[in-house]
């Protein structure tokens, strides 16, 4: 089996081999990924049907999730009494929090703030540390990025406590320490998705042939789901091999077009009828719901999307609806409940909706300076006095 040279898109570890039939045979080789794999790892071989792009996108998903396992694991996992030494033992400790969180959470949050984590403090001594340390530390972050300055924090009390549950020396003083401090949250975000911006999303796909970017943006906003929960989610296969898709499905949606699922972060059952929706009819004109399977399809792969892809193709529909580039995908279910707020000027309605536990986490959703909100209020009570 040889290395394929040239190819403009980066597959770190791939290489491919020629079929007796002519068709090429596609594998993600771990040695030839990470330079220091160990050789007993396997070669795993990638679906022939796949694309170039989806090639890329598995080499390099595989090749993270390994450099990660090896961070974890390189040098010795006992403790020493450094940041370093009880971040690993979190990583590999089958009974911590690490190993329970989502896949997406795991690399998305909890990855990178242990890597800055690590790479800026794990040397030090966890006995040693006071307050003046968590400060000049979270002051230096915050310079080059607040959200990750306070996700680093975060991730340090979580460690800091599965070492105190440990009993590992230190840790349990440094988590009281860290305990009586409060760092400055980032600013929350004030922008979010309205009806127009919305609307115009859901026609502009149609126009660029993807309509699976409108139905999603459209059943967000409606419904106030999120993204996850209407395009799904592809993680590791715990057994190696390929990556496993779990997501909303057809059965999800029953033939008088009747939604209900459980969310997946919160798993509170939710429902919604899909003909009361009307962003939601405008995207079925052209959307078509399968009749069995993923309901959201990549119209470019014919296979449910992977997250960055989703994105990548929201921000060309967005430029074409001419919608302004500071509204992210995000900011949909934002402006779901901002809407929601605003029309019935009721959190308890919003919170529904947003199947939260506490209503303090919908009011972070609601968006914009309360205009309308306090409009309406002051016409209610207008016609009272009338």
Not at 91 to 118: C, N, W
Request: positive net charge; proline residues 4%.
């Amino acid at each position: 089996m040889g290395r394929k040279t040239g190819m403009k898109i980066k597959k770190p570890g791939y290489q491919s081999r020629r079929n007796k039939d002519g068709s090429t045979a596609h594998y993600w080789n771990p040695n030839r990924a990470v330079k220091d794999a160990p050789a007993y790892l396997k070669i795993v071989r990638l679906g022939e049907s796949l694309t170039e792009m989806e090639i890329a996108e598995l080499c390099r998903r595989y090749t993270d999730e390994l450099k990660r396992e090896l961070s974890a694991h390189n040098g010795s996992t006992s403790y020493d009494g450094t940041i370093r030494s009880v971040i690993k033992l979190y990583m590999t400790d089958a009974t911590s929090t690490f190993h329970s969180i989502k896949h997406s959470t795991r690399v998305h949050d909890y990855g990178p703030s242990l890597q800055l984590l690590e790479k800026n403090v794990g040397d030090r001594s966890i006995d040693k540390l006071k307050a003046s340390d968590f400060s000049r530390w979270f002051k230096n972050w915050r310079e080059k990025s607040h959200r990750s300055a306070s996700g680093a924090i975060k991730l340090l009390r979580i460690v800091l406590s599965y070492g105190a549950g440990e009993r590992l020396h230190g840790c349990s003083e440094a988590r009281q320490v860290l305990s009586l401090m409060r760092f400055e949250q980032p600013p929350a975000r004030e922008v979010y998705m309205t009806y127009d911006q919305c609307l115009a999303i859901v026609r502009a796909s149609v126009v660029l042939g993807c309509p699976s970017i409108g139905f999603v943006e459209a059943l967000k906003f409606e419904t106030a789901l999120r993204r996850i929960d209407v395009i799904g989610e592809w993680s590791p296969n715990p057994e190696g091999g390929p990556f496993i898709w779990h997501g909303l499905c057809r059965s999800s949606i029953s033939d008088d077009l009747i939604l209900s699922i459980k969310t997946s972060k919160t798993k509170s059952p939710t429902s919604h009828d899909l003909k009361t929706l009307p962003l939601v009819g405008e995207a079925l004109k052209n959307f078509k719901l399968p009749r069995e399977g993923p309901i959201v399809i990549d119209e470019n792969t014919k296979k449910p999307y992977w997250d960055n892809r989703y994105c990548e193709k929201f921000r060309a529909v967005r430029r074409k609806a001419g919608v302004p580039s500071t509204v992210w995908s995000m900011d949909t279910r934002a402006g779901a409940i901002t809407e929601t707020i605003n029309a019935t000027r009721s959190i308890d309605a919003a919170q529904k909706l947003a199947t939260h536990s506490n209503p303090r986490t919908t009011s972070r959703y609601n968006r914009g300076d309360g205009l309308d909100h306090n409009r309406a209020i002051a016409l209610t009570r207008l016609e009272m006095r009338k």
